[in-house]
């Protein structure tokens, strides 16, 4: 079945770097996504990785995707205040791009 | 330019009412999705629109809830006999599909408490 499983919660000081992590059960995914949602607001691509990579690098992210395993991170460098929000990792199942399968998100808190 | 807005932001219902919320998809985005975050929960697809297709409702959870698209463009998810565990954020999503890497782009939500 379709599953996206990510912790809870992370806490983490700023300056440090922040590890989200997500595993999702289908092999066939094509693409994966890290989406943020900041308080009040609704979510907004941060970003993605396709399922023939295994690294993605973006300015302070790194994504890194381990197909064996069904596992997916988020590397956040010098973690900020501003980078305070709700992860959520999700998947396309092959064939099906009308809708995505979302984790339950992960709540980052940055602290001084 | 304007992205995807949904209203109201906030509802506030009684237990057995009726709701309309709306979507006002991006421009051009042919494609339209409903989702419902629950707290503590991941978001659950409801809907998906794609232009005259018929729609996918495998995500609605009951036969209180339904959505319609006029012309294309606005939609609105109707609840029907509202229950407390209805309360959650709903989101609306838009996108170009076909467009790799098919983002979808939400709005802010609506905030829907049943009393």
């Known amino acids: 079945g379709e599953d996206v499983e990510q912790s809870?919660?992370?806490?983490?000081?700023?300056?440090d770097s922040s590890v989200i992590n997500c595993t999702y059960t289908d092999s066939s995914s094509t693409y994966l996504y890290w989406y943020k949602q900041e308080p009040g607001a609704g979510l907004q691509l941060l970003t993605y990785i396709f399922s023939n990579m295994d690294m993605k690098q973006d300015q302070?992210?790194?994504v890194l995707l381990n197909?064996?395993?069904k596992h997916l991170s988020l590397r956040i460098a010098d973690t900020q205040t501003g980078d305070s929000a709700i992860y959520f990792c999700a998947e396309v199942p092959q064939g099906g791009y009308n809708k995505l399968i979302f984790g339950a998100g992960t709540r980052l808190a940055v602290h001084p | 330019g304007a992205g995807v807005s949904q209203s109201p932001s906030n509802k506030v219902t009684e237990k057995g009412k009726d709701v309309e919320l709306r979507c006002d998809p991006i421009s051009g985005h042919t494609a339209l999705y409903w989702y419902r975050q629950s707290l503590g929960q991941g978001l659950e697809f409801l809907i998906?629109?794609?232009?005259?297709?018929?729609?996918?409702?495998?995500?609605?959870p009951?036969?209180?809830?339904s959505a319609e698209r006029t012309g294309g463009s606005v939609s609105?998810?109707?609840i029907q006999r509202t229950q407390q565990e209805d309360s959650a954020v709903y989101l609306c999503a838009s996108s170009v599909?076909?467009?790799?890497?098919?983002e979808q782009y939400f709005?802010?939500?609506?905030?829907?408490?049943?009393?």
């Open chain 2, 48 to 60: 998906y629109f794609q232009g005259n297709s018929a729609p996918d409702k495998s995500g609605l």
């Open chain 2, 107 to 115: 709005g802010p939500g609506t905030r829907l408490t049943v009393t």
């Open chain 1, 60 to 62: 302070r992210l790194t």
């Open chain 2, 62 to 65: 009951s036969d209180r809830f």
């Open chain 2, 76 to 78: 609105t998810l109707t």
């Open chain 1, 8 to 15: 809870l919660f992370l806490s983490v000081r700023e300056g």
């Open chain 1, 67 to 69: 197909k064996k395993d």
């Open chain 2, 97 to 102: 599909p076909g467009l790799a890497p098919y």
